[in-house]
């Protein structure tokens, strides 16, 4: 029997309900996200999506979809090494958020195309981009495995998808790392974002996501090839690649 319920953290809660509880989310902390991720990684989120940026190799000329790219910190990054040649495609479910990409992408004189769209149907061509990349956001879908399907179905052969994710931490590091998400995280998002609930919610559905080696299965079931990943600050973060052939 089909669950008609899913996860939002470690809440049980339908299908239907669970986009608008993630959009409320990310809507309330649109405004000190930014600054909220240099905080609570201690700026070390801006290594890990260089890294993610170094993965996707991505060249003059291509083309590239950031999906779940928020306020465009990758988006950037792409299209500084597309070049005027390329193409590089912003898209959010939450409209909040885009908004604040479209600022950083215009205070960096960039006019890229933005589009508002969900991540498990997306409005684009078959074979069409040469990467796609998600960072900090598959966790938050619904449907992970109908997500990675429209991913690798909007790849052109031998493009990539790069997805950027918290992931499954080295045991030994378990206990204090839980203590600084469920204490610190909550504390700090209360304190600076003015919403520690949302913060919960962000440590709660770290650890229902998939861990490296489920996701790896994930991305080929969803039929990409020569999946890898690379962990990072000993598994807080993992980068998988995978590709269309």
Known sequence: MTDPDTDFGYQRVPLEDKARRVAGVFSSVADRYDLMNDLMSLGLHRLWKSFAVEVASVKPGDRVLDVAGGTGDLTVAFANRAGPSGEVWLTDVNRDMLDRGRDRLMDKGLLLPIVQCNGERLPFPSEYFDCVSVAFGLRNMTHKDLALAEMRRVLR??????????????????????????????????????????????????RMHPDQEVLKAMMEQAGLERVDYFNLNAGVVAVHRGYRF
């Open 157 to 206: 052969p031998g493009g990539r998808l790069v997805v950027l994710e918290f992931s499954r931490v080295w045991r030994p590091l378990a206990p204090l790392y839980d203590l600084y998400s469920f204490g610190v995280l909550p504390w700090l998002g209360g304190k600076v974002a003015g919403d520690a609930e949302s913060y919960r919610y962000l440590a709660e559905s770290i």
